[in-house]
């Protein structure tokens, strides 16, 4: 089984029947140590990544945020 999930904009599809942040994160190798995680929209904290789901059709958005001055 697989998801379809709308990342960044962009249509991807992962072979999994279950996926989390966290999943997903490692999936894509993405260690930022600040980054931001919206599910449809809705803000997911840090310590939910692991238990956060994304369905079928969701959309994800993971935005790297880089600090400075």
């Not at 994160?25 to 449809?40: A, R």
């Amino acid at each position: 089984m697989s998801i379809s999930i709308t990342l960044n904009n962009r249509e991807e599809t992962f072979d999994t029947d279950l996926l989390t942040i966290d999943q997903l994160l490692k999936m894509k190798n993405y260690t930022y140590k600040m980054m931001v995680v919206k599910i449809n929209g809705k803000l997911v904290k840090r310590p939910q990544y692991a238990e956060a789901q994304i369905k079928e059709g969701d959309d994800v958005m993971i935005l790297h945020l880089i600090s400075g001055g």
